[in-house]
């Protein structure tokens, strides 16, 4: 149980474009979904959290208008990244909670986005 | 100070070592502790949850919680090759009034074990 499931694993893209990446919790509901940085032998690094059908919180110094995170049902999160340069290359994760304050997070496979 | 320390390693062992894994914090507002395993270019998967002081066993996995030292422990038994991975301590607070649990990990401690 508790399986998260983060498409596309692997992203190429150009500098410029807007890539959008999913986060599903297949077989519980997701009452609040996480978004995570990695970079290469280093720790995650929480970017934002959002709520079912609630405006997510970010994390000091990451910006919302280049990350855009959506909530739309108990079992989706999307996050955007909004004209993407190859500074913006790294390791995306998700992860998902179910509802009470003592439910662990579970975390997807993540998403390597490479912007040339 | 980092809230959580953890040693990075990396940490090499012969196949069936027993290998211990530890974590110190400083918050004693900590009260949820988890064990995570990350294979590399995979996302981190939960090895271990606990919320109260003392050991809890899972199979080769035994987790160790001692609060009055804040010093969390993963021991691992009879250690495989496959059991080669990142393992990540994650500790959150308590959040009594509907919030989240917002985690903080250590570094992360990159373990080897050859055959």
């Known amino acids: 149980g508790a399986v998260v499931s983060q498409h596309p694993s692997r992203v190429i893209c150009k500098s410029g474009t807007s890539v959008k990446i999913e986060c599903r919790s297949l077989?519980?509901?997701?009452?609040?979904m996480f978004w995570y940085r990695q970079f290469p032998k280093k720790s995650l690094m929480l970017m934002a959290t959002s709520n079912e059908g609630s405006k997510a919180t970010y994390e000091q110094g990451v910006e919302k208008d280049k990350f855009l995170i959506n909530h739309a049902s108990l079992t989706l999160s999307t996050l955007t990244v909004t004209s993407a340069h190859p500074e913006d290359s790294s390791f995306y994760i998700c992860s998902a909670t179910g509802q009470g304050f003592d439910q662990p997070q579970h975390f997807g496979d993540g998403t390597r986005l490479s912007i040339l | 100070q980092k809230e959580v320390e953890q040693d990075p390693g990396p940490l090499s062992v012969p196949e069936g070592a027993i290998v211990s894994l530890n974590c110190t914090y400083s918050?004693?507002?900590?009260?949820?502790f988890m064990w995570y395993r990350q294979y590399s270019r995979k996302g981190p998967e939960l090895l271990m949850y606990?919320?109260?002081?003392g050991n809890k066993e899972d199979g080769r996995f035994t987790a160790q919680v001692d609060k009055s030292s804040k010093y969390i422990s993963l021991f691992i038994r009879d250690s495989q090759p496959s059991d080669s991975a990142t393992y990540l301590c994650a500790m959150s607070p308590i959040m009594f009034s509907g919030g989240y649990n917002k985690l903080i990990f250590g570094a992360g401690t990159r373990l080897a074990v050859h055959p």
């Open positions: 606990t919320y109260s002081s």
């Open positions: 077989d519980f509901q997701a009452t609040t």
């Open positions: 918050n004693s507002a900590f009260q949820y």
